[in-house]
């Protein structure tokens, strides 16, 4: 029961260090070019669409396991130190109170997702066609 209880505590700090991540995002304290990466690494975490779905047997999972822990880690890096810890006490509030993210956040999302898509298919249109 040890693993578990482990697992589950690492997984609320993923959780707590990516919504903190959202938080530190939107700080005007926060460099661009960090701001830019932690979109995507909080886009990608919160988003219902994976890189490698989950059904896919072992590597299904490589993407909660791998991916989003490294990509929070070097978001991390680049956001200033008294930004992250206004965050994380933000995020611990925020998360104690069990308030949910934000339902325009979650509209964004799947706005860029959608926006994604519909690029990916204008351009495979396009290469199809002959690139006219």
Known sequence: ???????????????????????????????????????????????????????????????????IPLGVALALKMIPAPVMADARLRAQEALWADSPLSRVAAAVIVLIWMGLLVLAIWWAVRMFRGGR
């Open 1 to 67: 029961m040890g693993a578990l209880r482990a697992w589950k505590e690492r997984a609320r700090t993923l959780k707590a260090e990516t919504y903190a991540l959202y938080l530190a995002y939107r700080d005007p304290r926060t460099p661009w070019y960090a701001k830019a990466f932690a979109a995507l690494v909080v886009g990608y975490a919160f988003s219902p669409i994976d890189l490698i779905p989950d059904f896919v047997p072992l590597l299904g999972y490589v993407d909660d396991m791998v991916i």
